[in-house]
C-alpha cells in the first residue's frame, strides 16, 4: 500500500468515527443510502458530516425555501429538509426518473413529503419554470448536479436569490483536477468553471474550502449574495 492509501484510510476511519459521535443511527438516512446502493445508482452522496452541515447552515440561517440542484436518492435533501420546519420547502431538481422514484419514496419514509417537491427533468427546463412559478427567492440554494452546467447554475442561483441568499457548490476541487486546464474531465472542467464563475460574479462573495473524507480529496464553495 502506498503512503496515500494509507492517509486515505485513516481519513476514512476518521470520518466513520465522526459520523458515529455526531449523526449516529439514523434509520431514514441510512435507508436513502441503502436504496442508492440497491438500485445501482453512483454514490455521489455527501457524506454524513457534510449532510449535516447542509442542515446546521440551514438552521443558523433560519432557512425556509431551499433550492437543491440535483437530488440522487434524496439523502442531502433530506438533511435540509430536516432544517425547514414543517411550514418550510424545498424543491430538488433531478433528471433521472429512476433518481426521482427512489429520492420521493426516501423522503416519504422520513416524513418529509409534504416539505420536498422532486421535479424531474434537466435542471436548466425547470429552473424557468420555478421562476415563472414565483416560488423565489431562496434562502439556500445547494448546486449538486452536472457539473458541466455549473456556471449555468450559478447565475440561476443569483437569478432566484435576494440579499442573504447562500449558494453552496459542491464537488469543486475533484481531487486537485481543477489545476489542471487542459483536463478532458468533464466534472474536473465544470468544478474549475464554477470557480471561475464564482470569483467573476460581483454579485457574491464567496470561499472554498477543502475537504478530505469518506468521499476522499474535494469541496465545496460557499457564497452569500449581496
Ligand atoms: N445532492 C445529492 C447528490 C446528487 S448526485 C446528495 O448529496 O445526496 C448528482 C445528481 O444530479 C444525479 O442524481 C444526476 O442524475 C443529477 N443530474 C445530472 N444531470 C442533471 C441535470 N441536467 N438536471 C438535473 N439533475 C441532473
Ligand atoms: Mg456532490
Do not use: H
Given at each position: 500500500m502506498s503512503d496515500v492509501d494509507d492517509v486515505l484510510t485513516a481519513i476514512a476511519g476518521v470520518d466513520n468515527f465522526l459520523k458515529d459521535l455526531?449523526?449516529?443511527?439514523d434509520e431514514d438516512l441510512q435507508s436513502a443510502l441503502d436504496r442508492i446502493d440497491e438500485n445501482g445508482f453512483s454514490p455521489a452522496s455527501v457524506s454524513a458530516t457534510q449532510g449535516k452541515l447542509l442542515y446546521l447552515l440551514a438552521k443558523l440561517m433560519n432557512a425556509r425555501n431551499i433550492l437543491e440542484i440535483g437530488?440522487?436518492?434524496?439523502y442531502s435533501t433530506i438533511w435540509m429538509a430536516r432544517a425547514v420546519g414543517s411550514s418550510g420547502r424545498v424543491v430538488t431538481l433531478e433528471y433521472e426518473p429512476k433518481h426521482a422514484e427512489i429520492a420521493n419514496s426516501s423522503i416519504a419514509r422520513a416524513g418529509l413529503a409534504d416539505i420536498v417537491d422532486v421535479r424531474t427533468g434537466a435542471a436548466l427546463e425547470s429552473l424557468p419554470k420555478i421562476k415563472e412559478e414565483g416560488l423565489?427567492?431562496?434562502?439556500l440554494v445547494f448546486i449538486d448536479a452536472d457539473k458541466e452546467n455549473n456556471v449555468e447554475y450559478i447565475s440561476w442561483a443569483v437569478e432566484l436569490s435576494r440579499p442573504g441568499t447562500v449558494v453552496i457548490v459542491d464537488n469543486i476541487i475533484w481531487s486537485g483536477g481543477i489545476?489542471?486546464?487542459?483536463?478532458?474531465d468533464a466534472n474536473a472542467i465544470g468544478a474549475r468553471a464554477a470557480l471561475l464563475a464564482l470569483s467573476a460574479e460581483d454579485r457574491l462573495e464567496t470561499t472554498v474550502l477543502q475537504t478530505v473524507c469518506i468521499k476522499g480529496w474535494d469541496g465545496f464553495a460557499l457564497a452569500v449574495v449581496k
Open positions: 455526531f449523526v449516529g443511527d437530488t440522487l436518492g434524496g423565489a427567492p431562496f434562502d489545476l489542471d486546464e487542459g483536463s478532458s
